[in-house]
T-cell receptor
Framework: ELKVEQNPLFLSMQEGKNYTIYCNYSTTSDRLYWYRQDPGKSLESLFVLLSNGAVKQEGRLMASLDTKARLSTLHITAAVHDLSATYFCAVEALDSGGGADGLTFGKGTHLIIQP | GAGVSQSPRYKVAKRGQDVALRCDPISGHVSLFWYQQALGQGPEFLTYFQNEAQLDKSGLPSDRFFAERPEGSVSTLKIQRTQQEDSAVYLC?????????????FGPGTRLTVL
């Protein structure tokens, strides 16, 4: 059974600071997704990481994937209040039998950025 | 263009009632997924369609849950004899192709409350 663990689950930080959210998963996969969810809203796709060593950046967010360590990180640089949200990583099992498959999500990291 | 839409956005049901939740995927998207998100948790996979074929229903929690996509576009998730533990947000997602590297785009969800 594929398991996805995120840490921390809760994070309060000040504007201007840097921090990293970690996502570990339990079985072989080279497809990892990061989503953002605002309160009462649906999930917004941030990054799709498809290969070992993949790094993607968008604004103050940067995501990376190490498939050998089964680890992805989401790094926040010089945080601003607008980045306050819950961030989920999700993994797709490789042995899905072909075609798209359901994602296994972590519990999410609830991020609060204070002025 | 229009994203994934779901209706109703909110549904209150008495225990034992049947409910039907609708999902309109992005036009032309082949793959459609249903997820259940409990309060404070990450989404959990329920079922997956490729066009009209239901290829995976391993996540459906009981035989009270039934999903269909008869014409390969709109999908309906039906829950019979609702129970309190069915209270959750039900999310629908679609992706363009059946290949597993494609991003899943999520709808706003239906919040179901069973009294």
């Amino acid at each position: 059974e594929l398991k996805v663990e995120q840490n921390p689950l809760f994070l309060s930080m000040q504007e201007g600071k840097n921090y990293t959210i970690y996502c570990n998963y339990s079985t072989t996969s080279d497809r990892l997704y990061w989503y953002r969810q605002d309160p009462g809203k649906s999930l917004e796709s941030l990054f799709v990481l498809l290969s070992n060593g993949a790094v993607k950046q968008e604004g103050r967010l940067m995501a990376s994937l190490d498939t050998k360590a089964r680890l992805s990180t989401l790094h926040i640089t010089a945080a601003v209040h607008d980045l306050s949200a819950t961030y989920f990583c999700a993994v797709e099992a490789l042995d899905s039998g072909g075609g798209a498959d359901g994602l296994t999500f972590g519990k999410g990291t609830h991020l609060i950025i204070q002025p | 263009g229009a994203g994934v839409s779901q209706s109703p956005r909110y549904k209150v049901a008495k225990r034992g009632q049947d409910v039907a939740l609708r999902c309109d995927p992005i036009s032309g998207h082949v793959s459609l997924f249903w997820y259940q998100q409990a309060l404070g948790q990450g989404p959990e996979f329920l079922t997956y369609f490729q066009n009209e074929a239901q290829l995976d229903k391993s996540g459906l929690p009981s035989d009270r849950f039934f999903a269909e996509r008869p014409e390969g576009s709109v999908s309906t998730l039906k829950i019979q004899r609702t129970q309190q533990e069915d209270s959750a947000v039900y999310l629908c997602a679609s992706s363009l192709i059946s290949g597993s590297t494609d991003t899943q785009y999520f709808g706003p969800g239906t919040r179901l409350t069973v009294l």
